[in-house]
């Protein structure tokens, strides 16, 4: 019974070890994907202004859509207003 409490405890003990070391390896990766892409951004502004530029352009485009949308529905209730009145008149 004793050798079996004894296994057991090595069994937890390695289990815990190995569950360490992967959170550590995973620390260590996230930490240098960060440092990697702080280095990135900080040393090259053009790709800071790029990015600031790009979500300009991304919100100029959604107005621009949000134009046409209105455009369409405004050229679609003439259309059946027209094709109302055809009837009507016809």
């Not at 405890?9 to 960060?34: F, N, P």
């Not at 800071?48 to 455009?71: G, M, N, P, S, W």
């Amino acid at each position: 019974m004793l050798e079996f409490e004894e296994e057991t405890l090595r069994m937890l003990i390695s289990g815990t070890v190995a569950l360490l070391v992967v959170l550590l390896i995973l620390r260590i990766k996230y930490q240098i994907k960060k440092m990697i892409k702080n280095e990135i951004y900080n040393n090259f502004p053009s790709i800071k202004h790029a990015i600031e530029d790009f979500a300009i352009r991304i919100d100029f485009l959604k107005t621009k859509v949000d134009d046409l949308e209105r455009r369409i529905v405004e050229l679609r209730k003439r259309k059946t207003e027209v094709a109302g009145g055809k009837e009507e008149g016809g």
